[in-house]
């Protein structure tokens, strides 16, 4: 395995490097779907992937893919979630059918661990207003001064997926980007402690003596009872989205340290992900939805080009490499190595016998590549899962 991860982690590299401009990380080499611009989210989560593997290129892709982020900011500090930069004009957007959340928080994860691990105070200082302007913008859509953000349907990186609310992916990169400036200011802050207490409690139900962190009680005591094996994907006035997310999970193993039975909990939860796929992987959201399930409605007429959310499909049941790697570095930050190990290796043998191109997601029905190629999302992907092996000596680079 290890012969297999060092050949793709070298291959990822080269990808990562090629996706690099002066203007930033492209997300992919494949001119289609405004994949080839400077995106937000897919040119920051490349970015880290340069810092962890100490690619010089890479970095000062980062570097750029922050400073163009910064300078097409909207007035009201709205990161754009892609900006186009060619000779003749320069085309931003904010969201198509509705706007990003998550463009703010990996804009300020990109900008602190940028910092943290270059040392780049040039940069830093002409970065800053934009991450001030971004975490204002932040605590404006808590909408009630309590903590959590609230996300719209279609407002971050499952854009074409019915997730809603306060959810744990967006809140927990918002925490991880807190705790990064926190970090960097060395400040620490009894609210911000207060409010990471509170999400784990109540994304992941326990019992507990006082209530007086529950967000709402009567839904908390539902899940509670139904003994879930990881976080929820989100929470609404008088409801639990109890559906596996992937790359909430990750960032939420990468923020919390798991207690023995929540990590127990999340390896039986792998092992019945194992059973289903004949491979320990992990699908982007589970379980899947159907066209005679309720959430079909919201899914079927949901996308800018065209329909990819069949089941086991794109955000539906896909399995993205990039997801994969994050929840490896999860795994590893919860002592969880043997899984990753597994993960890992389940991987390779599905990808060793096709034509694989850094492909942006595996079927989740026939385990067949998908989507576009050439992806930096996957090129990252890989390289997280890597370093997820020797978790030690990249936790400090993840600001952790």
């Not at 804009?107 to 207003?129: R, V």
Request: include cysteine.
């Amino acid at each position: 395995m290890n012969q297999s991860i060092e050949k793709l982690y070298g291959e990822a590299l080269e990808i990562l490097r090629g996706l690099t401009t002066s203007s930033g990380i492209f997300a992919s080499t494949i001119d289609s779907d405004n994949y080839k611009r400077v995106w937000a989210r897919d040119s920051i989560i490349s970015g880290i992937a340069g810092l962890l593997a100490e690619d010089n290129i890479v970095i000062e892709g980062l570097k750029q893919s922050l400073l163009t982020l910064a300078k097409h900011q909207h007035a009201l500090g709205i990161i754009p979630s892609n900006v186009l930069v060619n000779e003749a004009e320069v085309e931003k957007s904010y969201g198509s059918l509705v706007g990003r959340v998550d463009t703010n928080t990996w804009f300020i994860i990109g900008a602190c661990l940028h910092y943290l691990n270059t040392k780049d105070e040039k940069t830093w200082q002409s970065l800053m207003p934009s991450i001030l302007k971004s975490r204002t913008y932040l605590k404006t859509i808590e909408f009630n001064e309590k903590g959590w953000i609230y996300t719209p349907l279609s407002g971050n990186w499952a854009d074409e997926y019915p997730i809603h609310g306060y959810t744990l992916y967006d809140n927990c990169l918002r925490i991880w980007g807190e705790s990064l400036w926190l970090k960097i200011n060395k400040q620490s802050s009894p609210e911000f402690e207060k409010l990471k207490s509170k999400t784990l409690l109540n994304f992941w139900p326990k019992k507990i003596e006082s209530d007086e962190s529950i967000y709402q009680k009567k839904p908390f005591i539902d899940v509670l009872d139904t003994s879930i094996s990881h976080f929820c994907s989100s929470i609404l006035p008088g409801k639990y989205d109890t559906r596996f997310d992937a790359a909430g999970n990750a960032i939420a193993l990468l923020n919390f340290n798991l207690n023995s039975t929540q990590k127990e909990n999340i390896k039986e939860y792998l092992f019945y992900l194992k059973n289903f796929f004949s491979k320990m992987l992990i699908p982007a959201f589970w379980p899947v939805i159907k066209e005679d399930d309720k959430e079909w409605e919201y899914l079927k007429d949901n996308y800018s080009f065209s329909f990819k959310n069949k089941p086991y499909n794109f955000h539906n049941g896909g399995i993205w490499p990039v997801w994969i790697g994050f929840f490896c570095l999860g795994l590893s930050n919860n002592d969880l190595i043997d899984e990753v190990k597994l993960i890992i290796q389940d991987f390779i043998s599905v990808i060793a016998s096709q034509n694989w191109n850094f492909n942006e997601f595996i079927t989740g029905d026939h385990l067949k590549l998908n989507g576009k190629e050439q992806m930096g999302f996957s090129a990252s992907g890989i390289v997280f899962m890597k370093h997820a092996l020797n978790f030690q000596n990249c936790n400090q680079k993840l600001g952790l």
